[in-house]
């Protein structure tokens, strides 16, 4: 279990403990499912979103198997609760999908945006990756300089040009937590808005450097602050909202572009590695189509 979801786990845990001791519920464990759903309703109630209603089940399903009882949260009751926090507006997630019409103009902006040539070659490619490999950022990005085991490396990468593809291998995330890896492909698009065009035009100019694939001209590794502030300053650039959008925004749009060419919900979640159908929560196809044309 990586670091973060120990942590939500941790903390869902003891929010529904603070619940049932709060309501005078017995505190023994399997709890009931009429209290489980009591608490979810609460999570509403207080605004939270229906993701972290979701985790927080999920931990207390976790806190169940580790006890060694049944999984009581897993009932027809529950789940609709879930699903309607979802439909509802008011626990709707506020991200937007950054689509393929979004990014060709973003990318447009970056000669302008970034300090030098080099850099917008590195945040282009950074990008389109991200776009087209469903990727999560922090695969990507490091939350440190000094922290770099996790993201892709320059070993990672094989580019067939011959077949037009390009194959990175994710060393780890919070789906592969036996650090197994996984190895994405992608191809040739025959459009401006290209993945293996723009790593063509990156590699030529990145240092020959061992380490982290995606790296400034002195090695050091794109960072998730570094790659969060200069898509913030492409969208400014283009005056839209940047409120709205976050480097999840990448991984969200590229399951609501790939809905909306045809691909299925099973697809999709091999694409992006989902182990189960909250995928669903990221396709947003009718906020796709109320997004302005920046052509």
């Known amino acids: 279990m990586s670091e973060n979801t120990l942590s939500s786990y941790t903390n869902g845990v003891r929010r529904f403990e603070a619940f049932r001791l709060n309501r005078g519920f017995p505190t023994s464990w399997p709890p009931t499912t009429e209290h489980i759903v009591l608490f979810l309703s609460a999570l509403s109630l207080q605004g939270l979103s ?11 399903s976790c806190q169940c198997k580790l006890l060694g009882h049944t999984d009581t949260t897993d009932s ?20 937007l999908p950054i689509t393929a019409n979004l990014l060709s103009n973003i990318l447009r902006v970056l000669p302008v945006t970034c300090t030098n040539m080099y850099e917008s070659s590195l945040f282009t490619a950074a990008f389109t990756t991200a776009f087209f490999g469903f990727l999560r950022v922090g ?13 892709v490396s320059i070993d990672d990468v094989l580019l067939d040009r011959p077949t037009g593809s390009l194959h990175l291998r ?6 592969d937590q036996d650090g197994q890896g996984h190895v994405i492909k992608m191809h040739k698009t025959g459009k401006p808005l290209c993945p293996i065009l723009s790593f063509e035009q990156f590699i030529i100019r990145r240092p020959n450097l061992q380490g982290p694939l995606f790296c400034h001209l002195n090695g050091t590794p794109v960072t998730r602050t570094q790659f969060s502030l200069v898509l913030k300053k492409a969208l400014s650039s283009l005056q839209i909202d940047y409120g709205k959008y976050n480097t999840h925004s990448f991984r969200i749009g590229a399951a609501t572009t790939a809905a909306m060419v045809g ?3 099973e697809e999709i979640m091999a694409a992006g590695r989902w182990k189960s159908k909250a995928v669903e929560s990221y396709v947003k196809i009718s906020q796709a189509h109320e997004m302005p044309k920046l052509n």
């Open 263 to 265: 691909y299925t919900t």
């Open 170 to 175: 994710i060393r780890g995330s919070k789906t």
């Open 139 to 151: 695969e990507l990005t490091v939350t440190s300089p000094f922290l770099r085991e996790r993201v």
């Open 50 to 60: 229906s993701n972290t209603a979701r985790q927080y089940k999920c931990a207390i």
């Open 76 to 95: 027809y009751i529950t789940n609709k609760v879930l699903h309607g926090m979802q439909k509802s507006k008011a626990t709707a997630s506020t991200r």
